[in-house]
Structures are given as C-alpha cells and as structure tokens.
C-alpha cells in the first residue's frame, strides 16, 4: 500500500483528499503520469478548484510529483515486504529454465531502495526495467522490449507477462506476450493478508469475480489468484 499512501498524502496536502480507490486506480502507470490520472478525475477536479480557486495545471502535477519521491523513498526505505509464495514460485520458474524480468512503474532511484529489501526477502529477477529506463511507460510495450532484450528472450508470443494491473495487462498485450493476470496478491483487490482472511468467503469470492472479470475485459489470457499459482500454470500450459 505504498503508493497508494502517498498519492494520498500529496493530494492531501495540498487540501484534496482522494479516496484510496482513487489513489489506486491508474496503478501501473509511470508515477507522474499515475498522478495526472488522479488529477484528472472530475471529483479532484471539482475538489481542487474548491481548494485553490482555479483548475490543476500541469506544474501542479509536476510539483506533487517531486514531492512524491522523497516521501516514497522514506516509505520504501522502512521495509517492503515479499508477497508470500512469490520466492518459491520463482525459484521454481527458474528450475525449470526461464528467466524472471521486472518491469514497475518506481524510478530507478526509488527501486534503488526497493530492489535490496526485496532480494533479501528472496525475490531477485534477472533484469529490472524502471519506467524512467524507457520514452514512455504502460501501456506502451516498451518496458517489455527492453526486459526481453536484456535477457536475451524471443519470439515475445513465447514471454508471459504476469500483472496485478489492466494496465499491466494492456502493456503485455502491446508487446504481444501471453498475460497473466493476478487477481488476489495484488493491487486490484488491495488488501492485506490479515484484511483477507478477515474478510466472508462469500464476500472475497464476490469481489475476486469482479475482478477477474475486469482483467479478462482488459484481454488477460489467464487469471491467477497469486503469483504462488504460477508454476501450476505453466504445467498445464505445457501440457
């Protein structure tokens, strides 16, 4: 929940608040243009006229966005933790000889501070493609490209492409990979794992049909759970 937080802390601050729904909507996205996404809602349209007496302009994204780094970075730098599963379902990815490269929508000098914490948690991919590394981020396909460059992997209708994201989605089919979706460990159902076990099995099934059905809308080829349900995956994929 990161991100979500401090977009919200910078809207705050500048007296809009953003619901959390709102802060976490255009995930995926490159940071500043996640930013001008929420800017561009008419609810925080409407919130920051009533704040300043005047629309956003693009300097006011421009500023909120060097004010979110820092408070990112200091985020980031009190710890991050691995989603369960994810190291074993890449150490099983690679028993089986594929390669792990990540793409993210944090700069390079955010993952500077993220990329760290997470190798020590047991998660290190083969490559990382920050969104500054690159002209544009998703949905462009470029982030893409450049990862399976620098692995050395082709044809990309043979790279799958596993997103929490639509947009993460939309940037895989644009670069012609197989996507995969996740629907649970992720940020469409945004929920820690205390707030899902808290949550009805009734209501947790509802919510990860919408969702599921928002991903397949988006063009995932596959809906997994979380990234634990990879490797079952790639079996039948084989099969």
Not at 5 to 16: D, N
Not at 189 to 206: C, D, F, I, N, Y
Request: charged content about 20%; some cysteine.
């Amino acid at each position: 929940r990161a991100p979500t937080a401090v977009f919200q802390e910078i809207f705050r601050q500048r007296g809009v608040a953003i619901t959390e729904a709102e802060a976490r909507g255009p995930m995926g996205k490159a940071k500043r243009e996640h930013i001008a996404a929420i800017v561009a809602l008419p609810r925080v349209i409407d919130g920051w006229v009533a704040a300043h007496g005047r629309a956003p302009t693009d300097a006011d994204v421009q500023a909120m966005y060097d004010d979110f780094l820092p408070l990112q970075k200091e985020l980031l730098a009190r710890g991050c933790d691995v989603i369960p599963g994810v190291p074993e379902a890449v150490a099983e990815c690679r028993r089986r000889g594929l390669r792990i490269g990540s793409t993210t929508g944090y700069t390079r000098e955010l993952m500077a501070v993220v990329a760290p914490l997470a190798a020590r948690g047991g998660y290190a991919p083969d490559v990382i493609i920050c969104s500054d590394d690159v002209s544009a981020g998703r949905p462009a396909p470029w982030m893409n490209f450049r990862a399976a460059e620098r692995l050395g992997v082709y044809p990309l209708s043979k790279v799958l492409v596993v997103d929490d994201t639509p947009i993460g989605i939309a940037a895989g089919l644009n670069a012609g990979c197989i996507t995969v979706a996740v629907s649970q460990t992720g940020n469409s159902l945004g929920l820690t794992e205390a707030e899902v076990a808290a949550l009805p099995t009734a209501e947790l099934q509802s919510r990860l049909t919408a969702i599921e059905r928002e991903f397949r809308a988006a063009g995932a080829a596959h809906v997994i759970r979380m990234v634990a349900d990879l490797p079952a995956l790639l079996t039948r994929l084989v099969e």
